[in-house]
């Protein structure tokens, strides 16, 4: 089974930061990444696939890299609305999301 | 718009069973694939279980393996999930997500609201 490990697991920033986070995969995926936003009580939004393409309607702000076994998502600067967890999710083989990375306001 | 409506959960006595589905309209249910993910209380994404367009193709996680049954229903534009044997750690909101592309597996690029069910003595 394919593992998917994210860092950190809490980030504290304020508005206006440039934020990182990465997930690894434990074997290599190729570009077979999505990354979603989550907040409290509702269901996931899909924001980058393909490891690096924005979905239809994603601010900008949102960008996704990597190949192989290592990923970023950076958020440009942040917004109020961007507090919320984010996942990867690796789709090579079957399904594994990552643990989650909670994005809190400092 | 595309909708996807998940109902059937609920509270559920250990090893009791229970049936959930989720109806999908605003796009041509037939021709994507589906899948069923869940997040237990103040915890992450699971995935479950994957069904491919025609039905010809299932693929499970290995906690579920054996307990539930992925099915769909093209004609009704409704997926299904059947799950047995329930357990305390089965306790989770249940999401049905849409695979973004045809052909084998990919992102979820729609997810319904999500329904919860307890398994709970």
């Known amino acids: 089974d394919i593992q998917m490990t994210q860092s950190p697991s809490t980030l504290s920033a304020s508005v206006g930061d440039r934020v990182t986070i990465t997930c690894r995969a434990s074997?290599?995926?190729?570009?077979?990444l999505a990354w979603y936003q989550q907040k409290p009580g509702k269901a996931p939004k899909l924001l980058i696939y393909?490891?690096?393409s924005l979905e239809s309607g994603v601010p900008s702000r949102f960008s996704g890299s990597g190949s192989g076994t290592e990923f970023t998502l950076t958020i440009s600067s942040l917004q109020p609305d961007d507090f919320a967890t984010y996942y990867c999710?690796?789709?090579?083989?079957?399904?594994?999301f990552g643990q989650g990375t909670k994005l809190e306001i400092k | 718009e595309v909708q996807l409506v998940e109902s059937g959960g609920g509270l559920v006595r250990p090893g009791g069973s229970l049936r959930l589905s989720c109806a999908a309209s605003?796009?041509?249910?037939?021709?994507?694939?589906m899948n069923w993910v869940r997040q237990a209380p103040g915890k992450g994404l699971e995935w479950v279980s994957y069904?491919?367009?025609?039905?010809?193709?299932?693929y499970y996680a290995d906690s579920v393996k054996g307990r539930f049954t992925i099915s769909r229903d093209n004609a009704k534009n409704s997926l299904y999930l059947q799950m047995n044997s329930l357990r305390a750690d089965d306790t989770a909101v249940y999401y049905c997500?849409?695979?973004?592309?045809?052909?084998?597996?990919?992102?979820?690029?729609?997810w319904g609201q999500g329904t919860l069910v307890t398994v709970s003595s």
């Open positions: 997500a849409r695979d973004s592309a045809g052909g084998g597996t990919t992102e979820f690029d729609y």
């Open positions: 605003g796009f041509t249910f037939k021709t994507y694939e």
């Open positions: 069904i491919s367009s025609s039905g010809s193709t299932i």
């Open positions: 074997q290599s995926i190729s570009s077979s």
């Open positions: 393909r490891a690096s």
């Open positions: 999710q690796q789709y090579n083989t079957y399904y594994t």
